[in-house]
């Protein structure tokens, strides 16, 4: 499982430690952002150091630190969490990413994909256009699956509830049900890369190619939280 820990881009950055100011580390990955307004943080840092930051806000320093060093390209070095707080922010965390998947990156993809059938007619953007809006049912698929079923249950995994001993699911089952939902984004890419010939509109272009590197970078991210953080708990409160 976890031998796809390799990062879709080599950047040399910060191992973030407590003392560290936030917005010197927003300075130099601005994907921290992406990763603060899932955790439902305001950006006005100010001179915040991450511990003065995580106790203002009530969030676990260390679980903080582990999906932020996620971001910035490090492997957690133990599981951050450690009560029912912390996993029901990190559920939270990912439900949160969810909801920017629905309803901001696949309705601004999309707008880009018909804009630019709008603009060139070719039978190619048609076609594009089909390959994602399939790709991304099976991504919605994927996040419904997580919220009714596999979030649910690590919950009540937690809480002792009487009922998941009766219960067939488990963490095991749901790592196996696990896929990289990013992974097809790459397939898209290629086509407006290599394959797709539109004479310019490099505008346009330009901000649909960011726009899926933005989305495949964080699906890419949010896939690692799962099979790194939440998937080991898991197993580890199953074996207790």
């Known amino acids: ?12 950055r910060t191992y973030i430690k407590p003392g560290m100011k936030l917005f010197d580390l927003i300075e130099e990955n601005p994907s921290l952002l992406l990763m603060m307004q899932h955790f439902d943080i305001d950006f006005r840092v100010g001179d915040s150091t ?5 106790k203002k806000k009530g969030i676990s320093e260390k679980l903080f630190m582990s999906v932020a060093n996620l971001y910035n390209g490090f492997k957690p070095k133990e599981n951050p969490i450690n009560s029912i707080h912390d996993l029901k922010q990190i559920v939270e965390f990912l ?4 909801n920017y998947y629905r309803e901001d990156k696949y309705p601004q993809i999309s707008s880009y994909i018909k804009q630019l059938q709008k603009n060139h007619p070719e039978k190619e953007l048609k076609l594009l256009e089909k390959f994602f809006n399939e790709y991304f049912a099976e991504v919605i698929d994927h996040l419904d699956y997580e919220d009714n079923i596999a979030f ?3 919950i009540e995994l937690i809480n002792n ?6 219960n067939l699911y488990s963490a095991k089952e749901y790592g196996e049900h696990h896929t990289d939902i990013e992974l097809k ?3 898209i890419k290629n086509l407006l890369l290599k394959y797709v010939a539109i004479n310019d509109d490099l505008n346009l272009r330009r901000k649909l ?3 899926l590197c933005e989305l495949e970078y964080d699906l890419y991210i949010h896939s690692l939280i799962e099979e790194t ?3 080991p708990f898991g197993y580890n409160m199953e074996q207790a």
Do not use: A, G, T, W
Request: charged share 25%.
């Open 185 to 187: 984004i790459k397939d």
């Open 50 to 54: 991450i511990e003065q930051l995580c």
């Open 161 to 166: 509830n009487e009922s998941v001993k009766k």
């Open 209 to 211: 190619l960011f726009s």
């Open 95 to 98: 439900r949160n990413s969810h």
């Open 229 to 231: 953080i939440l998937i």
């Open 1 to 12: 499982m976890y031998s796809k820990f390799k990062f879709m881009y080599h950047v040399c």
């Open 152 to 154: 649910p249950y690590f």
